[in-house]
């Protein structure tokens, strides 16, 4: 029994997918939603506005984000970011990962910032010559790991976590790394048989990614994918509702749930809900941001780059997008913290072949049909 | 007399044996210096591409590794580590392009790929531009599949070349702070050798500067192989002066007593032979040749002692003189020839002792050409002053002065005096060379000082003085 992939991960308000038409690039590119936010030194009489905005003018000068980031999380970064830059209108899109790589890959959209959880594409987007490069005091204040030719910045750094629910694990121990996940899961095949999530890495880019990264990381990976298809995992596309069904109980445990808005959710509102972070490692996901080579306000943009890599000095910001900003200490508190590296290295799982092989794999450990 | 030695210097410096041979080792180290920049550039740059070269070849390398054949078909499996260790010296771009039989499998469809040809499977490397930046690719042939007829696969792997240049660039960096290092040592170490090169010329100028001016012994110094040649040419050239100046001295002594002698002797005869003639006629023509005999004596001595002097100003020995004995000792000797015209010298001495540095024989000569010039323009029967006083209003300095009752010069023409054979407008009736001044003012030159001729008053004699420096 498989779940299929029905919710949206975004807000509910933003969830209907729609074609918007690309102004000024005349090119049209799918986005899942956009939203206008008109400069607060503005003239009176735009409020935010979903959709494009009223005034063309007034969008042909704003500020153009294309992001997979959905606006729970963004909406706070804009709003701080516009009252240090009143004079800056923003105009967001929503995208999925692949959407945002299609736009501006292959169909030349015109945006000022792509901003992305796909690190891999975002690495393939600067490899292949569409963004820019960038250097500031404020990003080459940032680690290492965290850029790229200075062209890929990384301004979140989001662990992914086994989430469990606390009743389902009564009376035994909590797995504390991947091999003792697979003896529990092996041990109590009763008690977790449909009830593991884990992401269905054929349709969610970040899926494919921290599965990707965990293969190359330990022999285990691969006896766990085998351990849940055997157990009749449930797959999903997002973390939000892998986090959902922990909470109502529907499901006992679920692997690689994005840690940060894991954290978020489960500080509002699911006490039986707990975060494990596996102790032989813990893949870091960098949520990154580039300016596309066509980008046509840079100066703007080169505001927000600064505005996002510093997100660590505005604690406050940062804990109500639900964002976990880059620190050097937190990673170096925790060896098993491993950043996923920026560079060519990421163009390997997005080579065609490769994909094929590894989803063959995969499909033939965890869907065992 | 050293100083006197350089203002009189004929020697115009024409460049600088020390700048030539500074700028020329100067020359040297900078084409060395930047000779060694560019071969490090060059090796740099090499080693660089070289290095590139390896990481590209091994990321191909294991790529045509994980190639396989499987249901008639090329597959492949990329490894990680195939682009990743492209990854982990720099932030290069990478692309990479797997062709089989002509159809690309996966990768950069437009990577533009080298055909190597089947017979030589080595790796092919190239440089190329590709999506707005130049790449160094390689690309390598791998026969995939059993059977007689294995699938040629082109394995393609191109990498931007920030990462060398800023390698280079590096290196370059090195290079020229070494270059630009060994530049300045070596304009120290040129400066320091030219200086070390010459210094045995320093030494020689310097031995030949402190001799004495009568100092014409060869010079022992010990030279360098190069300046033998110039140093035994300078040794022969003062052997032939020191014979030269030798045989004048002898010539002019000998010329004084060859001539002077037979003069005094003819002046006698002719003397003698007045006194026996009676007719006015023959004693008038016997008076004139007396007295051009007197003028012929006067005239060849003074032009000996003008030649001594001569001789001797070019190399005034400077001992040390009592200017007041040698004073009395001249008026002493002259006081007879006086006598014979009833003139009086009377000396006017100081009473401690005047000492100066110069030479005695030359300052015994002037002094007798001035008592000689006023003996013979004074009036019978008059005095001579002869006075050795501190020159008034100049320290260490002293005045020697001779002053007559004679015609004076009439207010004319002072300067023109001791100009050789000059002689004043007035002593037409008086037997002269023109040389007495000449000789005295030459000497006070010679020695420092100067010759002051002034006239007691309009009419009332002459006064020559000759202001000369005091030890």
């Known amino acids: 029994m498989h779940r299929a992939c029905l919710a949206i991960c975004l807000n509910a308000v933003l969830a209907v997918a729609c074609v918007l038409a690309g102004t000024g690039a005349g090119a049209a590119f799918e986005a899942e939603a956009r939203k206008f936010y008109p400069a607060p030194n503005a003239p009176p009489g735009a409020p935010a506005q979903t959709g494009a905005p009223a005034a063309p003018d007034a969008a042909g000068r704003a500020l153009r984000i294309i992001s997979t980031a959905d606006l729970d999380a963004f909406e706070p970064i804009i709003l701080g970011f516009q009252a240090e830059n009143p004079d800056i209108a923003v105009d967001y899109t929503i995208a999925s990962t692949s959407q945002l790589m299609r736009a501006i890959h292959d169909e030349g959209a015109v945006f000022d910032l792509a901003i992305s959880s796909a690190m891999d594409l975002q690495t393939k987007l600067a490899n292949d010559g569409f963004a820019q490069a960038y250097r500031s005091g404020a990003t080459d204040a940032l680690p290492q790991w965290a850029r790229w030719r200075n062209q890929v910045f990384a301004f979140t750094q989001e662990p992914a976590v086994l989430i469990l629910s606390e009743s389902a694990f009564a009376g035994i121990a909590i797995p504390r790394n991947r091999e003792e996940l697979i003896a529990l899961l092996r041990d109590n095949p009763a008690r977790f048989r449909g009830r593991i999530g884990t992401y269905d890495v054929r349709v969610s880019g970040f899926g494919y990614l921290m599965a990707t990264q965990d293969s190359r990381n330990a022999e285990a990976y691969w006896r766990l994918m085998e351990v849940m298809g055997r157990l009749e995992a449930r797959l999903y596309c997002c973390s939000g509702d892998m986090i959902r069904d922990v909470a109502d109980g529907r499901l006992a445990l679920a692997y690689n749930v994005l840690g940060s808005y894991a954290s978020a959710r489960i500080a509002e509102n699911a006490p039986g809900v707990r975060i494990v972070q596996l102790n032989d490692f813990v893949n870091v996901m960098l949520r990154t941001v580039t300016i596309p080579a066509g980008a046509r306000h840079v100066d703007s943009a080169h505001k927000m780059v600064d505005f996002l890599v510093t997100l660590g000095q505005r604690p406050e910001l940062a804990a109500r997008s639900g964002l976990p900003p880059i620190d050097d200490r937190v990673l170096r508190a925790n060896n098993a913290m491993r950043p996923i590296r920026l560079g060519p290295g990421l163009l390997v799982y997005l080579d065609s072949q490769k994909r094929r092989n590894f989803l063959r794999s995969w499909t033939s450990s965890l869907v065992q049909e | 007399m050293s100083g006197r030695r350089n203002e009189t210097s004929a020697t115009t410096a024409r460049g600088s044996i020390r700048r030539q041979l500074f700028v020329q080792l100067l020359a040297v180290a900078a084409i060395l210096s930047l000779a060694f920049f560019l071969i490090v550039r060059e090796v740099a740059g090499r080693v660089a591409e070289a290095t590139q070269d390896d990481i590209l070849a091994a990321s191909a390398t294991s790529i045509a590794d994980s190639l396989r054949f499987e249901g008639g078909e090329v597959t492949l499996d990329l490894p990680y580590s195939a682009l990743s260790m492209l990854g982990t010296i720099n932030e290069d771009r990478v692309f990479y392009r797997i062709v089989a039989d002509g159809r690309t499998l996966t990768g950069y469809d437009d990577l533009p790929q080298a055909r190597p ?168 023509a016997l008076r004139e040749m007396i007295r051009a005999i007197d003028e012929s004596a006067r005239s060849a001595g003074q032009m000996l002692d003008h030649a001594m002097v001569t001789l001797r100003t070019d190399s005034v020995a400077h001992e040390t003189v009592r200017l007041d004995e040698l004073v009395r000792e001249t008026c002493d000797r002259f006081a007879p020839t006086a006598g014979l015209k009833d003139i009086e010298i009377v000396t006017e001495l100081p009473p401690a002792p005047v000492v100066l540095a110069g030479d005695r024989i030359l300052l015994q000569n002037a002094l007798h050409n001035v008592l000689d010039n006023a003996v013979k323009y004074s009036p019978a029967d008059s005095t001579i002053t002869v006075r050795l006083s501190a020159e008034p209003g100049a320290p260490r300095r002293v005045r020697l002065s001779v002053a007559d009752q004679g015609r004076g010069f009439d207010g004319r023409d002072l300067k023109q005096l001791t100009r050789r054979f000059s002689r004043g407008s007035n002593v037409g009736d008086i037997v002269g060379s023109g040389l007495g001044l000449t000789i005295a003012d030459e000497v006070a030159r010679a020695h420092g000082g100067h010759l002051d001729i002034s006239e007691n008053s309009p009419g009332a004699g002459a006064c020559i003085a000759l202001v000369l420096p005091s030890a």
């Not at chain 2, 190239?126 to 696969?153: E, I, K």
């Open chain 2, 117 to 284: 040809s089947a017979t030589a499977p080595r790796p092919q490397f190239a440089t190329f531009d590709y999506r707005g930046d130049r790449v160094r690719a390689v690309t390598l042939l791998r026969p995939v599949g059993s059977g007689s007829t294995p699938v040629q696969v082109a394995v393609s792997v191109a990498q931007t070349r920030l990462g060398m240049a800023a390698i280079s660039a590096r290196i370059t960096s090195i290079a020229t702070a070494i270059g630009v290092g060994f530049f300045v040592v070596a304009t120290a170490l040129s400066l320091l050798a030219a200086r070390s090169a010459l210094s045995p010329l320093a030494r020689m100028t310097l031995s030949v500067t402190r001799r004495g001016p009568a100092d014409l012994r060869p010079l022992r110094t010990a030279a360098p192989r190069e300046l033998v040649p110039f140093v035994d040419a300078l040794n022969g050239f003062m052997a032939r002066l020191r014979t030269a100046l030798g045989q004048s001295e002898d010539f002019i002594t000998e010329a004084a007593h060859r001539v002077r002698t037979p003069l005094a002797t003819l002046r006698a005869q002719a003397e003698v032979t007045y006194r026996k003639l009676e007719r006015p006629e023959h004693r008038q």
